[in-house]
Nanobody, 113 residues
Framework: QVQTVESGGGLAQPGGSLRLSCAVS????????MGWFRQAPGDQREWVAT???????AYAPPVKGRFTISRDFVDNTVWLQMNSLRPEDTAVYYC???????WGRGTQVTVSS
């Protein structure tokens, strides 16, 4: 099983930025693709971004150009830099392997003025 501890969420104003962090354990981090997902109230969980172990990335259309995913193989950490935040980015954000396994608790992101 993968263990993930997400942090860095909070309240941001529209147009603001947040940086999410995810500490990963329980798996061979070096060979797994990692991603961020989110779930807004009343919606299904959706994919946000993926980073492959060779460093290549992919983004969902709503966040492309605003969010950046990165990873550190020394600390087994995945980050999500979120810029130009919008109210529709409000959700609980989770990191996981891609494809996903068991889920952590996530971190709440709220974008509101």
């Amino acid at each position: 099983q993968v263990q993930t501890v997400e942090s860095g969420g909070g309240l941001a104003q529209p147009g603001g930025s947040l940086r999410l962090s995810c500490a990963v354990s329980g798996i061979n981090f070096n060979i797994n693709n990692m991603g961020w997902f989110r779930q807004a109230p009343g919606d299904q969980r959706e994919w946000v971004a993926t980073i492959v172990n060779d460093g290549s990335t992919a983004y969902a259309p709503p966040v492309k150009g605003r969010f950046t995913i990165s990873r550190d193989f020394v600390d087994n950490t995945v980050w999500l830099q979120m810029n130009s935040l919008r109210p529709e980015d409000t959700a609980v954000y989770y990191c996981n392997t891609v494809p996903p396994r068991n889920w952590g608790r996530g971190t709440q992101v709220t974008v509101s003025s």
